[in-house]
C-alpha cells in the first residue's frame, strides 16, 4: 500500500485535482458551483504544473456551456484525454454532444457538482435534477457521498472509461460536497499512475481523427441500419459495470479504501432498508450505526454507480431478510410514476421474480421518497422518521420528507428532536457574518491551522446566501478525534461556540437556540461593555442564563481601523475563536494564527501580514468577558422582519424566509408557478451598513448613482 498523506480541501478542489492529473486539455465555462473545479485547473496550468504525462494541461474557457462541450468533443476527436466541468443547466446545454461522446464510444469524464434546474424559479443550490435529465445520453453515472469520495471516485472514473470506453459523468452533491472543507486523504501522483493504464492511453490515442490514416466517423444512417447501430454498443455498457467494480478492488489495494458500486451497511437481519446515492448516504449510514446500537434491524444501501444500472448487484448486495425499502431521489419528475431511482430498483426487483430466481423469501415493499431538494436540509431525524414509516402496515408511496406538504399530503412526520449523539466528543462551531467580509476565508484558514496542525478531523461548511456579497453567511464547523460522516449543519442545542460578526444579527436571528450548555458566546460589537447586556434580546438573556454560557464581546470594528484593517474583520474575530474556544492551547493557536497569515497575505505584501500581525496582538488586549446578570432585564424581543403595514404575502411568506424560517413554510404558501408580487424590497430593512449615504437636496444633480449603489437607503 502506497504511503499516503492528508491534506484540507473542498469536494471541487479534491476532483479538480484528479482531472487536472489525467487530462491533456480542459474546457472549462463557468457556472454556480462548479466554477471553482475550472479556477483550479486554470491556475495550476497557468503555474506550470503538469499532467502524469509531464505536459502542462490546455485550459480553454469557451463562451458557453455548449461551446465547452463542443471543445471537449473535437479534442477528444483528436486523442487528447479530455475533461470538462459543470452543474444544472450547463449539464443541460452539453446533452447533444454527450450522446454523440457516448455514441462514439469515446473515453472521457465529465465532473458535475449537481445542482438544482431552474424549474418554477432558479435556484444555485444542490439536488440531483440536473444530472437525471442526462441520464438517458449513454454515459456511465459515478456518484460521490463525500469530499474523500469526490477524490477518489474521480480517478476511478478516468480507469474504468479507458478499460471500458463508456464516458462517465463523475458527480457530487453541489455545495454539500462541492464546497464542504474536510480532511480527507491526499491519493498520491503514484497512486493515480498505477490506477491509469498506458496501454489503454495509447489505444485512446490511436483512434484519433487522423489525415495520415482516414477513416469516417459522424455519418449519417437511415431507417434500414440506424436501430442496429444502436444495439452494437450494448457489450460495453454489459461489461462497463464489471470494469468500474475492478477499478473499485485496484484502488482498494493501493489506498486501503474499499469501494462497491453497490455498497450495503446495516444488520445482516435488516428488514427495513432505504436505498439512496450522494451525500445523503453519509447521514443515512450515521444514522443507521446508532438505530442499530439501539437495537433496530435497518440498513442502508448506497448506490455509487447509477449508470449501467446493474440489477444483479443491486439485488446481491441487499440482505436477504429485507421486508420494506424507501428508495429516496434528491429529484422530482412531475407527472411520472415515481424518480429514477425508484423505477431503477423496482424494476430491477419485479425482473428477479418474474424470472422466477426469487433471491427474497418474500417480494419486499418498495416505496420512493424524495428529500433535500436545492440543498434542503436531510438530517438524522428525517430519516429516523423514514424508518419509523417504513414500520407501518402501509408505508407511504411517493413520499417527502423535510418539508410541509398541506396541499398533496406527501410528506412524512419525523420527531425533529431525534440526534444520534455522535457528535459528543466533536467541538461544533457557529458563525455569522457577512458576504465578503472574510468569514469564510478566515473559517477555512482555522480548518486547516487545527487539520494540519493536530490528529483532529475537521469538517466545514458554509451556508451562503444567494445574494451572495453582503448577505448573511452561516459557518459551521467540526472538530473531533473520529472522520466525520456528517453532510448537514449544526443541530439546534448542540454548538459549543457561536460568533456572531455582526450586532445587528441580535435583532433578527435566534442564535442562542443553536447553543449547547456551558458553550461560548463572542459577539462583535460597537456598544460599551457596560451596554451589551441590554442589546440582548429577553428570550437570549434568558437561554444565556439558563444554559451558562460564557458570553466574550470585543469591537473588532475598532481594532480594524486602528490596525489598519479597514472593514476586514476576519483575522480578529479569527483569533478571538482560538483565544477563547480551548480548542488549541491559547500561544499555540497564535502562532498557527500567524503562519496561517503569513501564508495567505504575503503575495500581497509584507505590509498587508504587518498589519494583520499588528491585529492579532491588539485583538487579545481588546477581548473582554462579560459578568452575566443573575436575571434577565426588561430587555426587547426580536423584530419583526417586515412591517407590520406589509402586505399578507410579504408577511406570510417574505417576511418568514427574512427571518430564516423558510423551511416552516408549507406548500400551499408558495405560489404554483413561481409567480411573486414586485416591489417588495421596501419591506426588507437589512440594517447592516455601518455607516450610511445621506442625500444632499442642496447638491443633488439627479444623476441617479444612489439608487444604483444603495437602494435601502436611498
Known sequence: MAEQKTAIIDGNEAAAKIAHLCSDVLCIYPITPSSNMGEWADEWSSKGQTNLWGTIPEVVEMQSEAGAAGAVHGALQAGAM?????????????????????????????????RSLAAQALSIFGDHSDVMSARQTGYAFLSSSSVQEAMDMALISYASTLEGRVPVLHFFDGFRTSHEVSKITDV?????????????????????????????????????????????????????????????????????????????????????????????????????????????????????????????????????????????????????????????VVTAIAQDALAGEKIFTAMPVVVG?????????????????????????????????????????????????????????????????????????????????????????????????????????????????????SPYLIEDGSANFIGCHMPVFLEKIDMISKAAKDSVFLLNTQEPIDKVWDTFPKHMQEQIIEKNISVYVIDAFKVAEHTGMGNRINTIMQTCFFAISNVLPKDEAIAAIKKAVEKTYSKKGEDIVELNFKAIDETLDQLHKLDIPAAASDSFTLKDPVPANAPDFVKDVLGEIIAGRGDELPVSKMPCDGTFPTATTQYEKRNIALEIPVWEKDICIQCGKCTFVCPHAC
Do not use: W
Not at 459543470?86 to 457538482?113: D, F, R, W
Open 82 to 114: 479530455t475533461t470538462t466541468f459543470t452543474a444544472s443547466q450547463g449539464l443541460l446545454l452539453k446533452i447533444p454532444n454527450m450522446y454523440k461522446i457516448a455514441g462514439e464510444l469515446t473515453p472521457s469524464v465529465i465532473h458535475v457538482s449537481a
Open 188 to 344: 498520491s501522483e503514484e497512486i493515480v499512475r498505477e490506477m491509469i493504464d498506458e496501454d489503454l492511453i495509447r489505444e485512446h490515442r490511436n483512434r484519433a481523427m487522423n489525415p495520415e490514416k482516414p477513416v469516417l466517423r459522424g455519418t449519417a444512417q437511415n431507417p434500414d441500419v440506424y436501430f442496429q447501430g444502436r444495439e452494437t454498443v450494448n457489450k460495453y455498457y454489459e461489461a462497463m459495470p464489471a470494469i468500474v467494480q475492478k477499478a473499485m478492488d485496484k484502488f482498494a489495494k493501493l489506498t486501503g479504501r474499499q469501494y462497491k458500486i453497490f455498497e450495503y451497511f446495516g444488520a445482516e437481519d435488516a428488514e427495513k432498508v432505504i436505498i439512496i446515492m450522494g451525500s445523503g448516504a453519509d447521514t443515512t449510514h450515521e444514522t443507521v450505526e446508532q438505530l442499530i446500537a439501539s437495537g433496530e434491524k435497518v440498513g442502508v444501501l448506497k448506490c455509487r454507480l447509477f449508470r449501467p444500472f446493474d440489477e444483479k448487484a443491486l439485488l446481491n448486495a441487499l440482505p436477504k431478510t429485507v421486508k420494506k425499502i424507501a428508495v429516496l431521489d434528491r429529484c422530482k419528475e412531475p407527472g411520472s410514476a415515481g424518480e429514477p431511482l425508484y423505477k431503477d
Open 369 to 485: 421518497g424524495r428529500y433535500g431538494l436545492s440543498s434542503k436540509e436531510y438530517t438524522p431525524a428525517m430519516i429516523k422518521g423514514i424508518y419509523d414509516e417504513l414500520g407501518k402496515d402501509q408505508p407511504k408511496n411517493d413520499f417527502t420528507v423535510g418539508i410541509i406538504d398541506d396541499l398533496t399530503n406527501t410528506n412524512i412526520d419525523y420527531d425533529k428532536s431525534y440526534n444520534t449523539g455522535v457528535h459528543k466528543d466533536t467541538v461544533q462551531a457557529l458563525f455569522y457574518g457577512l458576504g465578503s467580509d472574510g468569514t469564510v476565508g478566515a473559517n477555512k484558514n482555522s480548518i486547516k491551522i487545527i487539520g494540519e496542525g493536530t490528529d483532529q478531523y475537521a469538517q466545514g461548511y458554509f451556508v451562503y446566501d444567494s445574494k451572495k456579497s453582503g448577505a448573511g453567511t452561516v459557518s459551521h464547523l467540526r472538530f473531533g478525534p473520529k472522520p466525520m460522516r
